[in-house]
């Protein structure tokens, strides 16, 4: 599978969102769940258990792709579950979306924008200006979704993309 490294600048505006909460580390198996259940009969499943992406969710935590950012990672609450979830790191030193999950019934319902523009504001409030994401190119619905949000590919490689960022 081919993967496109996207970016966006970031802006502080005066939205404000609700209904969302800071990620919560005793919230990781409800949100496993959510990912099993987003990402199956996907061209990004990866696992084929919510175990398996409870390990996948604990190493993001750990550090897998940067540090884990916390403080800028939301979760979307519904009674008795989660509807939807972002993760972001600091990967090589920029801010990285590393996942974003939506669980079936609420995609296409802004679950995903209003998460990721959280995030979005969280980073801004640090004092980050760029926030960067990998998507599979053929997921066209999530590709589709993060040019609407004002994101733009910038290449497949991140030492050259990194390496035209410094520039």
Known sequence: MRRV?????????????????????RSTSTIATLFHEGFKDT????????????DEIQAVIDGRYGQFLPSCSYYSKTPGSVSGVTMVTLFRSVPLLAYVVTAPEWQGKGVATALIQSSEQALVRQGYKKLY?????QNFRASSLYRTLGFREVGENWDLVLRREKQ
């Open 43 to 54: 061209i990004d499943a990866e696992y084929n258990s919510a175990n398996a992406y409870l």
């Open 133 to 137: 994401l990998v998507v599979t190119k």
């Open 5 to 25: 490294i996207m970016c966006k600048d970031i802006v502080f505006t005066e939205k404000l969102l609700t209904g969302l909460h800071p990620f919560d580390v």
